[in-house]
């Protein structure tokens, strides 16, 4: 195969002007948001259709190319990252949505729809799409998908694949599936739409989804408590949760908040600091929900949980309340931190985290942690900021080293080593510890079925 004779297949099938080969569309396409991996592509592939797509896959599999689907490169796991000479299949330009319907509450996206743009869509109708998240504003359903993206609010609405109605794919092989045609109960065998949401696009691309939409959340209020230690934040959310239907129920650390703050943007929640930090939002449907609210806050102070609290008045204030949260990720970016987006189940929180914490702390006293997360649904996001003073080379080092305890740990508690962002390259060395050996066998298995030549993203997830 020469690179020559791909971009004129890839030409050939697509236009001329929907493959490129520059430096700066090599650069920006063929990454995303982790900084390990140099991105290397051959090209660039901007598809239209599905019948697109199915045409350069099985020009793969004829001329023996790799192929990495590209939707808005947000993950954090190198599942998006073309570092060995693949054609990335950018799906920018499938972005329309069809076939909107009220009755069913559906709407068919194109996999490069972006997130934000389908909760756009479902507010104009009176509807609500709930998988929120920091990068809605860019990341795309396709890749949502791929990566079977949660979020914020995970706790009442549940993940991406909830949310799937049917959807169409290319497989490894070039063939087009239509996946259970948006039927509510199908119950007809396998049901492949779930081998395709989190599979990373190693199986086939997700190239059209139908999303379903739901009824709006009506007069949504934000509750920020300081709480004094992680058992009482799990108190708070027990009493919360046996009488009221939350949609979020957040955490942060101080440190996490602090950094926040610091930069003048948003103001502090109340005088007094705490440990951690709930955010709790929920519909206030009548006055009675309000009075439940505060009759619980009261409860939760009297039993020493929360040690002070503030209730948003106006949705300026909600926003800026959701702020403290939201924020934490694009504020400690300045300090190149080590990441981990992992998970357990809810009520083994306080001790996996606490663990975690003696660990790092023991063995890198001069390292900051900072804790933020969705402590509702048990995701938790560890953040490990790099000292000033060490280089970035070294950290990273040091940091390959907490990755090994942080999931000897997730190992014990039984948990994910990736809650979110799914496995890619940069969580593969460690899918041990959360899948059997039996279980990736059966993984290679499925792989061997849709994608025999290993054209479909390879090394991401699993090796063949």
């Not at 099985?58 to 808005?72: C, H, Q, R, T, Y």
């Not at 509750?223 to 239907?245: K, S, T, W």
Request: charged share 25%; with cysteine; proline share 4%.
């Amino acid at each position: 195969m020469s690179q020559t004779t791909v971009i004129s297949r890839l030409q050939a099938i697509l236009g001329e002007d929907k493959v490129k080969t520059d430096a700066d569309s090599l650069e920006t396409f063929g990454k995303d948001w982790t900084k390990i991996y140099a991105p290397k592509p051959l090209a660039i592939a901007f598809p239209k259709t599905t019948e697109q797509v199915a045409d350069i896959v099985k020009a793969a599999n004829e001329l023996d190319f790799a192929i990495v689907p590209s939707g808005g490169r947000t993950g954090l796991s190198a599942g998006a990252v073309a570092a060995n000479g693949e054609v990335v299949v950018a799906l920018d330009y499938m972005n329309t949505m069809s076939d909107f319907n009220l009755t069913d509450r559906t709407v068919r996206c194109g996999a490069g729809v972006i997130t934000e743009q389908l909760q756009d869509f479902a507010e104009e109708q009176g509807l609500y799409y709930p998988v929120d998240f920091a990068s809605a504003g860019s990341s795309q359903i396709g890749g949502n998908i791929g990566t079977n993206a949660g979020g914020i609010k995970v706790i009442k609405y549940g993940m991406t694949r909830d949310w799937v109605a049917g959807m169409k794919v290319v497989t490894g092989k070039g063939d087009i599936l239509e996946l259970n045609k948006d039927l509510v109960k199908n119950n007809t065998g396998y049901d492949l739409r779930q081998l395709f949401i989190g599979g990373e696009g190693t199986l086939g691309i997700v190239t059209e989804a139908t999303m379903r939409l739901t009824r709006s959340p009506k007069n949504l209020n934000v509750l920020v408590l300081g709480v004094p230690e992680l058992d009482a934040i799990m108190n708070v959310l027990h009493a919360y949760q046996g009488r009221m239907d939350l949609t979020a129920f957040e955490f942060f650390s101080h440190k996490a908040m602090s950094k926040v703050i610091a930069r003048g943007d948003v103001p502090a929640p109340f005088e007094s600091e705490a440990e951690y930090y709930a955010l709790i939002e929920f519909e206030a449907l009548s006055d009675a929900d309000m009075d439940v609210a505060m009759e619980l806050f009261e409860h939760c102070m009297e039993e020493g949980w929360v040690l002070d609290g503030v209730i948003s008045q106006s949705e300026t204030q909600a926003k800026n309340l959701w702020r403290l949260r939201e924020d934490i990720s694009e504020t400690i970016a300045e300090w190149t931190p080590y990441k981990n987006d992992i998970s357990v189940v809810v009520s083994k929180v306080p001790p996996f985290l606490n663990e975690i914490e003696q660990v790092v702390n023991k063995e890198y006293p001069d390292f900051e942690i900072i804790w933020f997360g969705h402590i509702g649904d048990g995701n938790l996001h560890l953040n490990i900021l790099k000292p000033d003073a060490l280089a970035k080379e070294e950290f990273f080092e040091k940091c390959a080293k907490v990755s090994t305890w942080v999931f000897e740990i997730v190992e014990k508690y039984q948990g994910s080593v990736s809650a979110e962002h799914g496995v890619g390259m940069t969580k593969k060395p460690y899918l041990q510890y959360t899948r059997s050996a039996v279980e990736i066998d059966y993984m290679r298995a499925m792989k061997q079925v849709f994608d025999p030549k290993n054209v479909m993203n390879p090394g991401k997830i699993i090796d063949l």
